[in-house]
């Protein structure tokens, strides 16, 4: 050990160190233990004169001090030796650290190494997943892509069909009117000849001058009937090419217009009288405005799901108004179809009132939204909502008086050509509605989509019919609407008239056949043969808004042949 190797090293330097200091010195002054084997050899040769050495005090002497620096020998050597145990103790507590750091260092290895590997798999599950969402979104978008190329397949054979349908029908009224012409060609050659051959008679008997021929009548415009039983012939002459609606039309329009201005005015002014917020009616008014959105948001074609969403418009917004409270209003003026005389009756809950004005801007827009769907049973829905809560005595001025007059303002104010209402679209756009339709294709459709909801709505309104019960818009206003659409001079028709018509027929032709009978097929007649035959075929140079009449007016005229294949109703 190197203690040991020490030890020696030590021993030796101090042997020849005393060795060399006394090798010049007294024998007085010379250890016996450190004398060279030639004195020792000496020494034993003269035994005799050495022993009395031993004897003398300098020899006594001499072994103390020789005993004494064996004991120093010896504490030096023992000293060495502990120093040597020590550092011994110290290098065996440094390998004992060093073996501890060195666990320590494998111990952090391992997990680092364990850490490494476990943030590995994560990665590799992470990518894994990654792959897999990536895969899907990649399936889906495929699906996707396919479904739409399905699509636009269907829509271009439905379109190719319909040109065909379109070109069939074009060739009809080609040979019909060149059979019709050569027909009266062949009718004016016979009565010339037979008034040639009358002359001639006549010159030659001298008779009287033949009687005079009876001028045909004149033709009737189409009559609204006041009861199903009872229902106006329908002329095949034009209709008057007057621009103006008659004058009556127009003051009951002014009218509505009047009452529509007094709803947006009042809705302003209720707001602001409860917006403070101590106001006690104030968060009603917001709960039950949010609650009536979201309800009409979510009509579906389930008849029970309809029934629930009658339900909680009924109890989240309705029978709040009547159970908060609040002020009472004069309901009079904002009446126009019915008459209250008594004061007390009249008086009506402003917060009600105000209700209903929101009901129909939500109804109106949920027609505008569902319109592009492409059966219109949800605008049955949402209209069979809206005749259950106007029908609701609950509801109702002193439980007789409807507030149907409220949404006839709306509908005056959005789609006057419901009632009749012309004009030119460059010059009156503010009288038919367009004020607030922006000069661009996408406003321009959603205008066109928005007049085909409110055609529809309001069509499912008036045939709507509950037992006991009058419908809330009679349907002779239906027959009303199609008719007063139909008597619109070729010149004053623009393609809402169209899209109207089209929302008012499409999906209620059923009904009303089942109320007026052969009156009806031949309105219907009209309205899907003569009317869009009134339009002119579009031309090269021809203004883009007469090439989108042509195209609202081929919807209306395709309507009997999906009639007949839909409902096998023929109305030829």
């Given at each position: 050990?190197?203690?040991?190797?020490?030890a020696?090293?030590?021993?030796?330097?101090t042997?020849?160190?005393?060795?060399s200091?006394?090798?010049?010195s007294?024998?007085?002054?010379?250890?016996?233990?450190?004398?060279?084997?030639?004195?020792?050899?000496?020494?034993?040769?003269?035994?005799?004169?050495?022993?009395?050495?031993?004897?003398?005090?300098?020899?006594?002497l001499?072994?103390?001090?020789?005993?004494?620096?064996?004991?120093?020998?010896?504490?030096?050597?023992?000293?060495?030796?502990?120093?040597?145990?020590?550092?011994?103790?110290?290098?065996?507590?440094?390998l004992?650290?060093?073996?501890?750091?060195?666990?320590?260092?494998?111990?952090?290895?391992?997990?680092?190494?364990?850490?490494?590997?476990?943030?590995?798999?994560?990665?590799?599950?992470?990518?894994?997943?990654?792959?897999?969402?990536?895969?899907?979104?990649?399936?889906?978008?495929?699906?996707?892509?396919?479904?739409?190329?399905?699509?636009?397949?269907?829509?271009?054979?439905?379109?190719?069909?319909?040109?065909?349908r379109?070109?069939?029908?074009?060739?009809?009224?080609?040979?019909e009117?060149?059979?019709?012409?050569?027909?009266?060609?062949?009718?004016?050659?016979?009565?010339?000849?037979?008034?040639?051959?009358?002359?001639?008679?006549?010159?030659?008997?001298?008779?009287?001058?033949?009687?005079?021929?009876?001028?045909?009548?004149?033709?009737?415009?189409?009559?609204?009937?006041?009861a199903?039983?009872?229902?106006a012939?329908?002329?095949?002459?034009a209709?008057?090419?007057?621009?103006?609606?008659s004058?009556?039309?127009?003051?009951?329009?002014?009218?509505?217009?009047?009452?529509?201005?007094s709803?947006?005015?009042?809705?302003?002014?209720?707001?602001?009288?409860?917006?403070?917020?101590?106001?006690?009616?104030?968060n009603?008014?917001?709960?039950?405005?949010?609650?009536?959105?979201?309800?009409?948001?979510?009509?579906?074609?389930?008849?029970?799901?309809?029934?629930?969403?009658i339900?909680?418009?009924?109890a989240?917004c309705?029978?709040?108004?009547?159970?908060?409270?609040?002020?009472?209003?004069?309901?009079?003026?904002?009446?126009?179809?019915?008459?209250?005389?008594?004061?007390?009756?009249?008086?009506?809950?402003?917060?009600?009132?105000?209700?209903?004005?929101?009901?129909?801007?939500?109804l109106?827009?949920?027609?505008?939204?569902?319109?592009?769907?492409?059966?219109?049973?949800?605008?049955?829905?949402l209209?069979?909502i809206?005749a259950?809560?106007?029908?609701d005595?609950?509801?109702?001025?002193?439980?007789?008086?409807?507030?149907?007059d409220?949404?006839?303002?709306?509908?005056h104010?959005?789609?006057?050509?419901?009632?009749?209402?012309?004009?030119?679209?460059?010059?009156?756009?503010?009288?038919?509605?367009?004020?607030?339709?922006?000069?661009?294709?996408?406003?321009?459709?959603?205008?066109?989509?928005?007049?085909?909801?409110?055609?529809?709505?309001?069509?499912a309104?008036?045939?709507?019919?509950?037992?006991?019960?009058?419908p809330?818009?009679?349907?002779?206003?239906?027959?009303?609407?199609?008719v007063?659409?139909?008597?619109?001079?070729a010149?004053?028709?623009?393609?809402?008239?169209?899209?109207?018509?089209?929302?008012?027929?499409?999906?209620?032709v059923?009904?009303?056949?089942?109320?007026?009978?052969?009156?009806?097929?031949?309105?219907?007649?009209?309205?899907?043969?003569?009317?869009p035959?009134?339009?002119?075929?579009?031309?090269?140079?021809?203004?883009?808004?007469?090439?989108?009449?042509h195209?609202?007016?081929?919807?209306?005229?395709?309507?009997?042949?999906?009639?007949q294949?839909?409902?096998?109703?023929?109305?030829?």
């Amino acid at each position: 050990m190197p203690a040991a190797s020490g030890a020696s090293s030590a021993t030796m330097n101090t042997r020849n160190s005393f060795s060399s200091s006394w090798l010049g010195s007294s024998p007085s002054r010379q250890s016996p233990v450190r004398q060279s084997p030639q004195r020792n050899a000496l020494r034993s040769s003269r035994g005799s004169l050495l022993s009395d050495s031993y004897e003398s005090p300098t020899r006594k002497l001499q072994l103390e001090f020789t005993n004494i620096l064996s004991h120093s020998d010896r504490e030096f050597h023992k000293k060495l030796d502990q120093d040597a145990a020590e550092r011994a103790r110290l290098h065996e507590e440094q390998l004992a650290r060093a073996a501890r750091e060195h666990q320590r260092v494998l111990e952090d290895a391992t997990r680092e190494m364990e850490r490494i590997k476990l943030e590995d798999e994560n990665e590799r599950l992470r990518k894994a997943a990654v792959q897999e969402t990536e895969l899907q979104r990649l399936k889906e978008q495929k699906m996707r892509e396919q479904a739409e190329a399905q699509q636009r397949q269907l829509e271009a054979k439905l379109r190719e069909e319909q040109v065909a349908r379109e070109a069939t029908e074009k060739q009809r009224r080609i040979q019909e009117a060149a059979e019709r012409a050569k027909a009266q060609k062949e009718q004016e050659e016979a009565a010339r000849r037979a008034k040639e051959e009358q002359e001639r008679r006549a010159r030659e008997a001298a008779a009287a001058p033949p009687p005079p021929v009876a001028k045909p009548p004149p033709a009737q415009a189409l009559a609204t009937p006041s009861a199903p039983a009872v229902a106006a012939p329908i002329p095949t002459s034009a209709p008057s090419t007057s621009l103006a609606p008659s004058a009556d039309i127009v003051e009951v329009h002014k009218k509505y217009l009047t009452l529509h201005r007094s709803m947006k005015q009042f809705r302003k002014q209720f707001l602001a009288a409860h917006k403070h917020p101590t106001d006690p009616l104030k968060n009603i008014i917001g709960e039950a405005r949010r609650n009536m959105n979201k309800r009409m948001g979510q009509i579906t074609v389930d008849i029970e799901d309809s029934k629930k969403t009658i339900k909680s418009i009924r109890a989240e917004c309705f029978d709040v108004a009547i159970s908060a409270g609040g002020p009472m209003i004069d309901v009079r003026p904002y009446l126009i179809s019915h008459q209250i005389t008594n004061d007390a009756d009249a008086q009506y809950p402003e917060l009600l009132l105000y209700l209903w004005i929101m009901f129909e801007k939500y109804l109106v827009k949920q027609w505008s939204h569902e319109a592009s769907k492409e059966d219109g049973r949800i605008i049955t829905q949402l209209s069979l909502i809206a005749a259950s809560l106007y029908l609701d005595t609950k509801y109702m001025s002193k439980g007789t008086v409807t507030m149907t007059d409220t949404l006839l303002a709306k509908l005056h104010r959005v789609c006057p050509m419901l009632f009749g209402i012309r004009g030119n679209t460059k010059t009156d756009r503010a009288g038919l509605g367009l004020d607030k339709v922006q000069p661009n294709e996408a406003d321009h459709n959603a205008y066109l989509q928005r007049m085909f909801g409110v055609g529809a709505g309001y069509a499912a309104l008036t045939h709507r019919k509950f037992a006991q019960k009058p419908p809330a818009i009679p349907i002779s206003e239906y027959w009303r609407a199609v008719v007063l659409i139909c008597n619109t001079p070729a010149e004053a028709l623009y393609p809402a008239h169209f899209m109207t018509l089209q929302g008012l027929l499409r999906d209620n032709v059923r009904k009303f056949l089942a109320t007026y009978g052969v009156a009806a097929k031949a309105v219907l007649r009209r309205a899907t043969f003569d009317l869009p035959n009134r339009v002119p075929e579009p031309r090269a140079g021809v203004k883009e808004e007469r090439q989108g009449l042509h195209a609202a007016a081929s919807l209306v005229r395709v309507l009997p042949d999906v009639w007949q294949a839909k409902d096998n109703i023929n109305i030829r």
